[in-house]
């Protein structure tokens, strides 16, 4: 028995009617899928963090979260695990066709317009998806979603020109926030946060980075400086209410020197 054929065993006497586990066998598509979520997060962590060690036990904790899926279906009659397999393989090899076909493609950058080409026939010949934007899963993080519309809509001829375009964008979104907060208008100021922060996604997009990766790295980084801060606010034997904003702000500039 090979490793995968392991896992599905114990997955399947995990849901096991008589001699399962009893959370095991009381779960559902709808109740996992948050743990789903949270692994997909976790191995994003390990890798950041780059711990190999954590990265295989979450990659683990992943595939157990598709085989527990695969399991939920096929009590279904709905698809197995094998068919989860088949379905990624055929997928990977109409999607290069420049590796296992005759095309030509000789960068990234023309092998992820060929990959969204790809992707928008295989859609186009689905009746479960009519639209552009259909697709686009809602659970995504509000960020990343945002970069995939925008994608999605580029992919049709619907986007800036360039980087510049969406950084005109995003002056102009800037002026209608300042206009809505200058108003009050706490509707309007949650609207334009709204766009500022879609807009950034798109630029994002233009630049070819991740937006949802750039602001782990803005948060880890805000987390390391404020840390410094906050040590030495307890070095100062000091509290936190005795500093002024100058004083923050000088200690703040300390850390950003420090890194």
Same mark, same amino acid.
């Given at each position: 028995m090979?490793?995968?054929?392991?896992?599905?065993?114990v997955?399947s006497r995990l849901r096991?009617p008589?001699?399962?586990?009893?959370?095991?066998?009381?779960q559902?598509?709808?109740?996992?899928a948050?743990?789903?979520?949270?692994? @997909?997060?976790?191995?994003a962590d390990?890798i950041d +963090? &780059?711990?190999?060690a954590? =990265? #295989?036990d %979450?990659?683990?904790? !992943?595939?157990?979260?598709?085989?527990?899926?695969?399991r939920?279906?096929?009590?279904?009659?709905?698809f197995?695990f094998d068919?989860?397999?088949e379905s990624?393989?055929?997928?990977?090899?109409?999607r290069?066709?420049?590796v296992?076909?005759?095309?030509?493609?000789?960068?990234?950058?023309?092998q992820r317009?060929?990959?969204?080409s790809?992707?928008?026939?295989?859609r186009s010949?689905?009746?479960?998806?009519?639209h552009v934007?259909?697709g686009v899963a809602a659970a995504?993080p509000?960020l990343a979603r945002?970069?995939?519309l925008g994608?999605?809509?580029? @992919?049709?001829?619907?986007d800036?020109?360039d980087? +510049? &375009?969406?950084?005109?964008? =995003? #002056?102009? %979104?800037m002026a209608? !926030?300042?206009?809505s907060?200058?108003?009050?208008d706490?509707?309007?100021?949650?609207?334009?946060?709204?766009d500022l922060l879609f807009?950034?996604?798109?630029?994002?997009?233009?630049?070819?980075?991740?937006?949802?990766?750039?602001?782990?790295l803005?948060?880890?980084?805000?987390?390391r400086?404020f840390?410094?801060?906050?040590q030495?606010?307890?070095d100062s034997?000091?509290k936190w209410?005795?500093l002024t904003s100058?004083d923050?702000?000088?200690?703040?500039?300390?850390?950003?020197?420090?890194g």
């Amino acid at each position: 028995m090979n490793t995968i054929d392991k896992l599905l065993e114990v997955m399947s006497r995990l849901r096991d009617p008589v001699r399962g586990c009893p959370w095991d066998r009381e779960q559902d598509f709808t109740s996992i899928a948050p743990y789903t979520i949270e692994e @997909a997060y976790e191995v994003a962590d390990a890798i950041d +963090r &780059g711990n190999l060690a954590d =990265l #295989r036990d %979450e990659l683990g904790d !992943l595939l157990l979260q598709v085989v527990f899926h695969a399991r939920l279906a096929e009590e279904r009659g709905a698809f197995t695990f094998d068919d989860v397999v088949e379905s990624i393989v055929g997928k990977l090899v109409r999607r290069h066709p420049h590796v296992f076909g005759d095309e030509r493609i000789e960068s990234a950058a023309e092998q992820r317009t060929a990959w969204e080409s790809v992707k928008a026939i295989e859609r186009s010949g689905t009746s479960r998806r009519r639209h552009v934007l259909d697709g686009v899963a809602a659970a995504l993080p509000a960020l990343a979603r945002a970069a995939k519309l925008g994608r999605r809509a580029a @992919a049709v001829g619907f986007d800036w020109d360039d980087a +510049r &375009g969406v950084t005109t964008k =995003l #002056r102009e %979104e800037m002026a209608e !926030l300042e206009a809505s907060t200058q108003a009050g208008d706490a509707t309007g100021m949650r609207e334009e946060v709204g766009d500022l922060l879609f807009t950034t996604a798109n630029l994002a997009r233009h630049l070819d980075l991740d937006p949802e990766e750039a602001l782990r790295l803005a948060n880890r980084k805000f987390e390391r400086r404020f840390g410094m801060v906050e040590q030495r606010v307890r070095d100062s034997g000091r509290k936190w209410q005795e500093l002024t904003s100058a004083d923050l702000d000088a200690l703040w500039i300390d850390a950003k020197k420090a890194g």
